[in-house]
């Protein structure tokens, strides 16, 4: 992060902002920072890139990520979907998010990318794996540099919190099957940062068959009266 940029985020941090509150305009960080409108704007354009703040033309500048979907759509959405249609989704739309931000992330966001995959794969508990997992695999969708894309990652990604069963999932997701699962997270990360498109692709895709086909056993384990919740 370059130096206007950290000022702008040690800014929200003193302030203690919260997700949501508008920051002052462009040209008042201007003022207050002594510098330039455009160098303001470059330095919320990568802020923006971190997820640290969203931007809306003719509303302002906030902090936080970018909002997904309105309340209610998302309520729709949850209420008539499952957890086999998330992973399909992002299964769909994960591998073109990997390889773009293998094309597209600067020196920054690849940092950033590694430095939360060695995280994950260190996580000593399920829950602090969850937490890295989501983590990284936003980084990842915020480095491809599409809006759009990342606004259906992000709806997605809402989408599993709310529906896929935190017993479901914490089943799944024994030391070994973590293992196995930062082993696919390192190729991913090294296909990124070697700004390998394909690779990348091709990785975050075996990934994703891997998501698939943990949620078809855990389906087919319940259909039969057969547990998996077993350690």
């Not at 099957?177 to 990124?192: G, L, N, T, V, Y």
Request: hydrophobic share 45%.
């Amino acid at each position: 992060m370059d130096a206007l940029a950290k000022a702008i985020s040690d800014l929200i941090d003193e302030a203690r902002l919260p997700e949501g509150e508008r920051l002052p305009t462009e040209r008042e960080l201007s003022e207050r920072l002594g510098a330039s409108r455009w160098q303001t704007r470059q330095a919320l354009e990568k802020l923006e890139k971190q997820g640290r703040i969203w931007r809306h033309v003719g509303k302002g500048t906030f902090v936080g990520p970018r909002p997904t979907v309105e309340v209610e759509a998302l309520r729709l959405l949850i209420d008539n979907s499952n957890p086999m249609e998330v992973v399909e989704t992002r299964h769909t739309i994960e591998p073109a998010l990997a390889a773009m931000a293998a094309l597209r992330a600067d020196t920054a966001q690849i940092a950033e990318i590694q430095s939360i995959g060695r995280r994950c794969a260190a996580a000593r508990n399920i829950e602090i794996y969850e937490v890295w997992d989501e983590k990284l695999h936003a980084a990842i969708a915020r480095a491809a540099g599409n809006k759009i894309l990342l606004a259906m990652f992000e709806t997605v990604n809402e989408i599993r919190k709310q529906i896929v069963w935190n017993t479901m999932r914490r089943s799944t997701l024994k030391p070994e099957r973590r293992a196995h699962f930062s082993e696919q997270h390192r190729r991913i990360i090294e296909a990124i940062a070697a700004r390998d498109a394909d690779a990348a692709n091709t990785a975050m895709r075996e990934h994703m068959a891997t998501n698939i086909e943990v949620y078809q056993n855990v389906v087919r384990a319940e259909k039969f009266g057969l547990s998996v919740f077993r350690t």
